[in-house]
């Protein structure tokens, strides 16, 4: 046996150089959203083209090859048994890199580059197509992207179902067994809920969100609610983008995007809260190991949670706003100083059927998920004809929502993953909320006086609890044994349900029933 | 014979995928200074290094030189006279990449390492023994750059003096022999002009400059100022940082950044018109040739010359200002409604000698940067010991301006160069002043009413002259040819010192000799 506690060394280096390569690719990109002129564009695809390229082609290599082989039983892809003298977190390690190497090195460099520039192009006929509300336009190049999913999975290899190959990359380890009546479950849990929603004799009224709310004042608002969650400004920074996301190019420098709209207050606000969910998870993501996967997060799903968390559970809480919305009314006093804390809450948890799933209360968002997991079910076990798509959009959108669109561009065109190949990745902002509900119900129990605390503004216990439960994990573990571990329950969409049934009650005044 | 059209095509594809390597760099460089919160220093160090490092690697291969070579003849560094089917550029662009290459390959790897890590050390002592006023902490560290220096010189070769090889590096072409008797006579002129500036009987007041002036209006004045040069915001952008500085990623995305003091009117302004001038360089570089030599700014002299000649000969003339003025006004009115333009313009070219050379005026900053030419030419010619630069120092700036420092803050200890090993940097300052006043005035002949367009705000047909008898040529003539093309002249002094007579007469109301 080779010297195994050099070899994880020599390999981890060589991984810390991938992940470097991916670092300045990321600084790249966000550099591309936030401040780059508008003449940049080409210059900057062909810089991150190339630092991608580099990243794959060491990361693929057989240097990375030589190092991992001699500890892994590729059957199970495990480190091997008599590799006795390595600790756990080594074995994660190599667990996971493993996976990561023999999934790359399964796809053709020709195919890689291949599926790039389609998706590529699909991107931009897309945007055109959704601009000309024209699904026309857009059907040969899907049918291209969707034939090159399918031929991803002829050389990735499936187990049951082609869809569970395309759900691995984003959410290691979900399968459609398992997916199919979680989710059956929840939608009729939220169908049952929606139908009796519409049903509440008073309805709150949201108008106060429509005012004129000065954008730099809600930039302000958005950085000290960004503070007080324990977002690390020294380590972080909040800009502007058409599009808000979260990136990091080390844990001591993870930055999260907004977007602020004068007569929408709840966009940048609650932007602010859910990139900094994201942002949080990052910052807390352990330095020492960065550039291994113990150093990433661990999924799509489990990432949404932390979002989803901060942004539902915390920042469309009672509580929450008990100590943020007098600080909000010093910030508003035009616009809010005859309105209640009750009628401001009520105000942005306000249930309403609407055609785009990124504008979605809390209630329906799941509703719209539903409707693309089952349409990408169908496509990729070829169940429907790709042409086929807008009406059957349309069918379930009235079926689960009761709203149906007129135009192809607030329907089956709205979303740009598609267009760039994320098949199976809309699942994982459900399985986000569904786990979100689980840590913070067990955050609860876990901390007795964190309804107080939150309460008092204090965000911090919540904070440390997830840094403890959940970040600094990385991809040690499952999802599955991370929820388990941080929570003691498998997956199910019951908290979830159980959360949103409460919130409703005393928004919409009502008492609602499980059915 | 290789096929040399398809030979030149495959270098130029290595050179451009170098050029993206070192263009992310730039950017990563770019937003340590702009945007990166605190706590990301070391791991932005981190890849930097890497970048540049592979950069450096590409390069410096056996690709690079087995694409090269069969077109070099390696004892003139040129292509070879058979290899007639070659264009001008073409044979420029192998002439400079040879140059760039045979330079690289001739410094061992280990050498490189060794410089990178012990300037980054020096540096850091440096701005310590800086803060603290104290020489000999420095000491040490700066007689091992020097000793690494002449290393440096070793493996690079030198003819006639070490000096030559050092200054090579940022004035290709330039010589001691050339530039000692251009710079004596340019002292004896300057030391002369002040002379008599400070015998003037009633020198300018400029204290208006020194009231305060809002920050966001400064900034808003200096964004107008640069639109008006032809500084492309579609391809640049306007930034703070701690010192003023250009960078380009590609001619379509080249940024400026400048700083602002509420106290000091000239910072900001004069840090956005010579940064701009720069910025003009790099946006006016052939995107064609981005990768090769010629796509890059011939020398820091010439660089040095396009920023001083928007920042003096445009920027701080009676020309500029007949337009500017009125619109600066309209911004400060408090400030300025009741000073004439002939009151400002006199004050920004206030001539007095200072410690502190990039806070130099335009008659003495040339005095600063002799005292530093002649100190690093005795020490790499070893005619003096490094620890008696502090009085030598002293010696001559009492010799050239008349002032001493009492802190070696303020005297030796005050630039960053020497500690990252720029010895032959600080001519090109020099050596660009004087190519500017060279090109206005030739601007000046071939385009009548420069001075009337300055003077209604129109700086456009300046611009497009820079771009055509400078930018866009890149690397392919020598500085010596360049000029000489632009000009019909060979470099000399007088028509810096014959521009500073004529400005100063009219500025401090006398007659100057010109000796």
């Known amino acids: 046996m080779p010297n195994t506690a050099n070899d994880l060394t020599s390999l981890k280096t060589k991984l810390l150089e991938i992940q470097h390569l991916r670092d300045a690719s990321a600084l790249l990109s966000w550099d591309q ?16 083209a190339l630092l991608q390229t580099l990243a794959h082609d060491k990361f693929v290599s ?57 998706c590529s192009l699909a991107q931009q006929v897309w945007a055109e197509a959704r601009q000309e509300n024209n699904f026309a336009k857009f059907l040969p190049k899907l049918q291209t992207i969707i034939e090159l999913k399918h031929e991803e999975v002829g050389y990735l290899g499936y187990k049951d179902s082609p869809y ?13 067994a398992q997916l199919k009546p979680l989710f059956t479950t929840l939608r009729e849990g939220l169908v049952s809920l929606l139908d009796q929603i519409q049903q509440a004799p008073t309805p709150p009224d949201n108008r ?7 954008n730099d004042h809600q930039m302000e608002f958005g950085k000290e609610v960004l503070t007080k969650m ?36 709840q966009s940048c606000l609650f932007s602010c809260i859910h990139e900094g969910g994201h942002g949080l998870y990052e910052q807390g993501l352990s330095s020492e190991h960065h550039g291994t996967p113990l150093g990433e997060a661990l999924s799509l799903g489990i990432h949404e949670s932390q979002s989803r968390l901060w942004e539902n559970s915390v920042g469309r809480s009672r509580a929450f706003w008990e100590h ?70 349309r069918t379930k959108m009235k079926e689960y929502l009761g709203v149906v669109p007129e135009k192809e561009s607030e329907g089956v065109l709205q979303d740009v993953h598609w267009s760039f190949g994320a098949f199976g990745y809309f699942p994982t902002y459900t399985l986000g909320n569904l786990y979100a509900a689980m840590l913070f119900k067990k955050a609860g129990e876990d901390l007795p006086s964190l309804n107080s605390d939150i309460a008092q503004g204090n965000l911090i216990p919540l904070k440390e609890w997830l840094n403890d439960r959940i970040h600094r994990h990385g991809r040690h573990y499952t999802s599955e044994k991370l929820i388990k571990n941080a929570t003691g329950q498998t997956l199910s969409a019951e908290p979830f349900l159980q959360s949103l049934r409460t919130k409703m009650e005393e928004v919409y005044g009502i008492t609602l029933t499980n059915s």
Do not use: C
């Open 33 to 48: 959203e936030t401040y780059m002129p508008s003449g940049g564009g080409q210059a900057r695809a062909d810089q991150i």
């Open 62 to 118: 057989s240097d990375i090859e030589t190092l991992l082989a001699p500890h892994i039983d590729p059957t199970t892809g495990l480190a091997h048994d008599e590799t006795t003298a390595l600790d756990d977190a080594s074995k994660a390690l190599l667990r996971e890199t493993w996976r990561d190497f023999s999934r790359a090195k399964k796809l053709p460099s020709e195919f890689v580059t291949r599926l790039e520039r389609e």
């Open 164 to 176: 569970n190959t395309l759900l691995d990359t984003y959410e290691p380890g979900a399968t459609v």
């Open 208 to 214: 106060i969100l429509y005012q004129a709310y000065d």
């Open 230 to 265: 324990g977002y690390d400004f020294t380590r972080g920074r909040l800009d502007v983008s058409a599009h808000p996301f979260t990136t990091s190019f080390h844990p001591t420098d993870v930055r999260v995007t907004t977007r602020v709209f004068e007569n929408d207050f």
């Open 324 to 393: 943020f919305f007098p600080v909000l009314k010093e910030r508003f006093p035009d616009q809010l100083n005859s309105v209640t804390v009750d009628t401001f809450y009520s105000a942005i948890n306000t249930v309403k059927p609407s055609l785009i799933r990124v504008e979605a209360d809390e209630v329906t968002y799941n509703l719209h998920v539903m409707v693309r997991f089952e349409i990408e079910l169908d496509v990729i076990e070829k169940r429907v004809s790709v042409k086929d798509l807008p009406e059957l959009w």
